[in-house]
């Protein structure tokens, strides 16, 4: 009973926080500003299925792909088993499903064992391709400190957690073999049989004991790496599913229209408006031409810096940072991650939203890093979970071209020619067809 009572308050415990942190995520998220969100539904659920069931982006690079493939279906899977540990947990059973699912429950424990094993192999690559071979992709300035370090801490913990399921089936395996009661015979577990000579030697009571501290091991591990997820780069795992659904499904690299300059256009060169832009000019709401800070993106781009896996994939294929420019759109998404939380913890403290004189651009993101990108959309076709840092960087970039009239010289130069000339050449209209007569 005493066991129960504990196992309830630590479950209301991890609830209780989990909920106070997504709640937190969704308030920063819906700082931005709403988006219109087109498209069949079943093309968003394609979408869903390919890229974040499926990790069809991933196999670009198979290896890779075949290991994080190993992490995602162990993990995912053997977390089913969290729902039978819950169920101990809460009832005061053991084992529950073995009764449930009789001579079938050994083959389903040895499956998830053998995907224990395939994490814990594929974590320590992980790790070694991270610490020892060092992928120029994982060394650069962004994901240096805490991001290095939460890199490792997420793969040192599923390790343990799948040491501690495995460990925790060695010791219940004994158990079973001296027949304990309580530990009613499932049948052989085979790959964590492998562990059972640590533990030969233990008397039957310390034996109850070690599998009691794995059981509990593996339980409040998982409970407390899910409270951990917000703040990490792994909640990945969850947010990659509705960042896939919304998706951007429009043609590749095609840049939309600011609203407010298409009705000036139209209105200058006598084109009617249609209603929409009819009835956003008579609420003459003007706003803000292009981001500054993160409340002028959309909930969209807030979401895929929450969703970023900081894989660096987007940054290892930029052309701008190849040819060592200042500018990684892996950094984009994180730093506007970043501002996104700071405002969120300043809301927090405050109550609403105090002025605090800082912004995405210039505080967190430069001049430099937006003027280096040649809108290629490298990053967003090479990015596993869909998202597209280039949408963050023209927002920005539209802002200090527009609002802070800050163009470098070369284009403020094809600005001029495309109003006077209508084309980015220096040379009148009217000679725009000379080259047939040579
Ligand atoms: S669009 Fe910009 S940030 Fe993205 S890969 Fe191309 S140059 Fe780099
Ligand atoms: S934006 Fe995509 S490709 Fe780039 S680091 Fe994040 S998840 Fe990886």
Redo the contacts with the bound molecule.
């Keep these: 009973m005493i066991s129960q009572l504990l196992f309830i308050a630590c479950l209301g415990i991890c609830a209780y926080f989990l909920t106070k942190n997504i709640r937190n995520i969704i308030r920063n998220i819906l700082l931005g500003k709403p988006k219109e969100m087109d498209g069949a539904k079943w093309d968003r659920w394609k979408m869903v299925l390919l890229i974040a069931f499926g990790q069809k982006k991933m196999f670009a690079r198979p290896i890779s792909a075949l290991l994080h493939l190993c992490v995602y279906v162990g993990f995912v899977i053997i977390n089913i088993e969290v729902l039978e540990i819950v169920t101990d947990g809460l009832l005061g059973t053991h084992r529950i499903l073995y009764p449930v699912l009789g001579s079938f429950y050994s083959i389903v424990i040895n499956f998830f064992e053998m995907l224990a094993i395939l994490v814990i192999l594929a974590c320590v690559i992980f790790l070694l391709r991270r610490n020892v071979l060092k992928l120029p992709r994982f060394t650069m300035s962004e994901i240096r400190q805490f991001p290095l370090l939460d890199a490792n801490l997420i793969l040192i913990v599923e390790i343990v957690l799948m040491f501690a399921f495995l460990n925790m089936n060695a010791t219940d395996y004994l158990l079973q073999s001296r027949n304990v009661e309580h530990y009613a015979s499932t049948g052989p577990f085979i790959f964590s049989h492998f562990f059972s000579p640590l533990f030969e030697g233990l008397s039957t009571s310390q034996l109850v004991f070690a599998e009691r501290f794995f059981w509990w091991a593996h339980i409040i591990g998982i409970m407390l790496f899910a409270n951990y997820l917000p703040f990490s780069k792994h909640l990945?795992i969850a947010m990659a599913f509705p960042n896939t659904y919304y998706s951007n499904l429009e043609a590749k690299g095609k840049l939309k229209n600011m609203p407010i300059v298409t009705r000036e256009v139209k209105t200058m060169l006598g084109v009617p408006l249609d209603e929409v832009e009819k009835k956003q000019a008579e609420s003459n709401e003007i706003g803000r031409f292009g981001a500054k800070d993160v409340t002028d993106l959309t909930w969209k781009n807030l979401m895929?810096a929450y969703?970023?896996?900081?894989?660096?994939?987007?940054?290892s294929v930029c052309p701008a940072n190849i040819t060592g420019k200042k500018l990684s759109?892996?950094k984009i998404?994180m730093d506007t991650r970043d501002r996104m939380e700071e405002i969120g913890r300043n809301i927090d403290k405050n109550g609403h939203f105090l002025e605090d004189g800082k912004s995405l651009f210039g505080n967190y993101i430069s001049s430099e890093e937006l003027l280096a990108c040649t809108t290629c959309n490298a990053?967003a076709e090479?990015?596993?979970?869909n998202?597209d840092?280039l949408d963050i960087i023209v927002q920005l970039r539209r802002y200090r071209v527009m609002e802070e009239a800050k163009a470098p010289d070369s284009w403020n130069a094809m600005f001029a020619n495309l109003e006077n000339n209508q084309a980015p050449w220096k040379f009148s209209p009217s000679d725009r067809f000379n080259w047939a007569n040579q």
């Design positions: 990945h895929e969703t970023c896996t900081e894989c660096g994939r987007c940054s759109p892996r998404m990053c090479a990015c596993p979970v998202i840092p």
